[in-house]
């Protein structure tokens, strides 16, 4: 592989979170450095940092960064980081990770009086959550890689790829680990409306690590299965359910309703992060609803009439039974799930 991408970790300086601007991509690399809560929430609520890990990840690190920005008066420090918590944690309600993410950094100083020791510690948690990311798409790699054989073609939908972890991904993992074991691998990226994630992000980050890459849109999907040209489908996950529901970006369930038709493998790529034994099934997720500019006027350009009503969820809910198996980080679970 090229160079790793760093879709989100600590700047330089380590005084911001630096992410890969993501609503630029292929056609411009531009970075950013986030140093406020305005700019940590906005990033996170308009893209600029996506996939569940990778928000993750951004929450930890921009938490301890905008903490130092709080109060010094003792008597009102921890109120203003809670509402600061609060705030990163709320900027996305479906994907998981985001609040495990604040959660776990804040369960570390819920105890701690000093001011100085809390912002050391918040430092000291985001960074072990940026490692285990890393180690954790490692892992995912070495346990998906067994499920690809050599001269597998592979549909993917959305981007969970490096772009969307701290780490070489979800999805991808498992196909950059066998690309790099020597396997010959082939990807359909599906082009994932109506942001485009697919041809955007996951198209680009292929083709720079050498994968041989095709995109397409979504509605074709069904007739490269039925032509035989697709040997397994993997996808990745923003919530996984107890009972294994998952909860991934929207169009993830057409193309699991598919490859169920077609006899054709769909797993799903996650980090046990994701899985969340609070949640009993999909019908307990909150999906998120976004702008209906991305659907009306995609990448300001009008492509609907301003009378029509515009419906876009930005995630949907495929049921356990269409997933053929689960892979994380701890290795690969099959139904019935019993995550440990």
Same mark, same amino acid.
């Given at each position: 592989?090229?160079?790793?991408?760093?879709?989100?970790r600590?700047?330089?300086?380590a005084d911001?979170?630096?992410?890969?601007?993501?609503?630029?991509l292929?056609?411009h690399?531009?970075?950013?450095d986030l140093?406020?809560?305005?700019?940590?929430?906005?990033?996170?609520?308009t893209l600029s940092?996506r996939?569940?890990p990778?928000?993750?990840?951004?929450?930890?690190i921009?938490?301890?960064?905008?903490?130092a920005?709080a109060?010094s008066?003792?008597?009102?420090?921890p109120q203003?980081l809670r509402?600061?918590?609060t705030a990163?944690?709320?900027?996305?309600?479906?994907?998981?990770?985001?609040a495990?993410a604040?959660d776990?950094v804040?369960?570390?100083?819920?105890s701690?009086?000093?001011?100085a020791t809390?912002?050391?510690?918040?430092?000291?948690?985001?960074?072990?959550?940026?490692d285990?990311?890393?180690?954790?798409?490692?892992?995912?790699?070495?346990?998906?890689?067994?499920?690809?054989?050599?001269?597998a073609?592979?549909l993917?939908h959305?981007?969970?790829?490096?772009?969307?972890t701290g780490g070489?991904?979800?999805?991808?993992?498992?196909?950059?680990v066998?690309?790099?074991?020597g396997?010959?691998v082939?990807v359909?990226?599906?082009?994932?409306r109506p942001?485009?994630?697919?041809?955007?992000?996951? =198209?680009?980050?292929?083709?720079?690590?050498?994968? @041989? /890459?095709?995109?397409i849109?979504? *509605?074709? %999907?069904a007739? #490269?299965?039925?032509?035989?040209?697709i040997?397994?489908c993997?996808?990745?996950?923003?919530r996984?359910?107890?009972?294994?529901?998952?909860?991934?970006k929207?169009?993830?369930?057409?193309?699991?309703?598919?490859a169920?038709?077609?006899?054709?493998?769909?797993y799903?790529?996650a980090?046990?992060?994701t899985?969340?034994?609070?949640?009993?099934?999909?019908?307990?997720?909150?999906i998120?609803?976004?702008?209906?500019d991305?659907v =009306?006027?995609?990448f300001?350009?009008?492509?609907? @009439? /301003?009378e029509?009503?515009?419906? *876009?969820? %930005?995630?949907? #809910?495929?049921?356990a039974?269409l997933v053929?198996?689960?892979?994380t980080d701890?290795?690969v679970f099959r139904?019935p799930y019993?995550f440990g």
């Open positions: 592989m090229t160079t790793p991408i760093e879709a989100v600590w700047s330089p300086a911001a979170v630096r992410i890969i601007d993501q609503r630029r292929p056609e690399y531009e970075e950013r140093r406020t809560l305005d700019e940590v929430v906005e990033a996170i609520q940092v996939g569940a990778a928000i993750g990840v951004c929450g930890a921009g938490l301890a960064v905008v903490a920005t109060t008066d003792p008597g009102a420090f203003e509402r600061m918590a990163i944690r709320d900027a996305r309600p479906t994907a998981v990770n985001l495990w604040v776990r804040m369960a570390r100083v819920e701690l009086a000093d001011r809390i912002l050391a510690v918040l430092r000291e948690e985001a960074t072990r959550i940026l285990e990311d890393r180690a954790m798409c490692r892992a995912i790699g070495e346990h998906g890689s067994a499920l690809i054989s050599d001269g073609r592979i993917t959305c981007n969970a790829g490096a772009l969307a070489m991904g979800t999805a991808l993992a498992p196909i950059y066998a690309h790099a074991k396997h010959r082939a359909f990226a599906d082009e994932t942001l485009l994630q697919g041809s955007r992000l996951t =198209a680009w980050e292929l083709a720079r690590a050498g994968v @041989p /890459v095709t995109v849109s979504d *509605n074709m %999907a007739s #490269v299965m039925r032509s035989g040209m040997d397994l993997i996808v990745g996950a923003d996984i359910a107890a009972n294994g529901d998952v909860a991934n929207i169009g993830t369930y057409g193309v699991a309703v598919l169920r038709h077609h006899g054709i493998p769909l799903v790529a980090p046990t992060s899985i969340d034994p609070a949640t009993a099934t999909g019908a307990d997720i909150v998120e609803q976004r702008s209906p991305e =009306a006027v995609p300001g350009h009008r492509i609907a @009439p /301003v029509a009503a515009i419906h *876009n969820p %930005a995630f949907d #809910v495929t049921p039974e053929s198996a689960i892979i701890t290795g139904a019993r």
